[in-house]
């Protein structure tokens, strides 16, 4: 029998969702016949790295989000021990976690973003980087986490750049009107598109985990065309990026003048979450997966290395 390792929890501002991953995560492994070891992840490296020699698993499943977790750092670990691990290596993981070399990479392989510049809070402070309407984000934190739009009006850019509490560096980013769609990639295939109605302004940290916080329809009502790039950018992405696993790309749809509009892609999540609200598992059963089902490819899928 397989031994699996499920490592949860972490240090990061998403720790409260990596706890909900985890737990699913590990009820699916455990449904679908692996032998599953726990493992919560606090601030003691060496607590991780022993708990790991202890359970001796086959694989490790990477269910960590945020910072320390999905940007390269505990994949390094890994890659040290020689574990087999779940989602993305060190490169993809870093390289998608950091907003500004995400792009990068995305100018770089044609795939349509936003027009945006970095600026430090004291610049942030001083002046409008970008023509109103706006989107300020941390360049290394996932989630939604830290994200403000400023519109005409909108007085608060020298407060939130006096109460700055993440990297130095600040993302500034053309808003892109319309509707939120969302593509899980699963391998070397594209599962569906889903659109995210929140009720919110974005697609915010709230929208995404709270119980009630977004409606997804799925598939998305758009038009075939816009289904089909939708689907086709997300799979470009994750292999620009060189992801492996499961991946999740963000859009953002301008349907304005009429479909098939524009597409924008936003980010790519190489630790999507795996909660009961989550995405990744509602498309895979869309297309027959089910959950066990889902978590045991990963574990199969499971390597270590760039």
């Known amino acids: 029998m397989t031994r699996v390792s499920v490592l949860f929890g972490g240090v990061s501002a998403e720790r409260e969702v990596s706890l909900a991953t985890g737990q699913q995560v590990l009820a699916a492994l455990r449904a679908a016949g692996f032998d599953v070891t726990p493992i919560e992840v606090g601030g003691d490296l060496g607590a991780v790295i022993g708990a790991l020699q202890a ?25 040290w021990m020689g574990l ?26 044609g795939l349509p973003v936003a027009e945006s ?26 989630s939604s986490v830290g994200v403000e739009i400023f519109r005409e009006g909108n007085n608060r850019r020298a407060e939130v750049a006096r109460g700055w509490k993440y990297d130095k560096r600040i993302m500034a980013e053309a808003f892109i009107p319309g509707r939120e769609l969302t593509v899980a990639v699963m391998g070397d295939r594209a599962l569906e598109v889903t659109e995210i109605d929140t009720g919110h302004v974005f697609y915010d940290y709230e929208a995404k985990y709270a119980d009630g916080g977004s409606r997804h329809t799925l598939p998305a009502p758009v038009h075939p ?52 609200t989550s995405l990744v598992p509602e498309q895979a059963a869309h297309v027959g997966i089910g959950f066990p089902e889902l978590c045991a490819w990963m574990v199969r899928e499971a390597r270590h290395g760039p």
């Open 55 to 79: 359970a001796k698993p086959d694989v490790v499943f990477n269910a960590l989000h945020g910072r320390y977790g999905e940007d390269g750092c505990i994949q390094g670990v890994l890659d």
């Open 84 to 109: 087999p691990y779940t989602h993305s290596g060190v490169r993809a993981s870093s390289v998608a976690m950091d907003k500004s070399a995400a792009k990068a990479v995305f100018l770089a392989a």
């Open 117 to 142: 510049r970095l600026v430090t809070p004291e610049e942030l402070e001083a002046a409008d980087p970008l023509p109103l309407p706006y989107v300020v984000k941390p360049v290394n934190e996932g």
């Open 225 to 276: 065309e816009t289904r089909a790039r939708a689907m086709e950018i997300a799979l470009r992405a994750h292999q620009a990026l060189g992801c492996r696993g499961v991946s999740r790309a963000d859009l953002r749809y301008d349907d304005s003048a009429g479909e098939p509009g524009r597409l924008v892609l936003l980010e790519v999540n190489t630790q999507p979450g795996m909660t009961r």
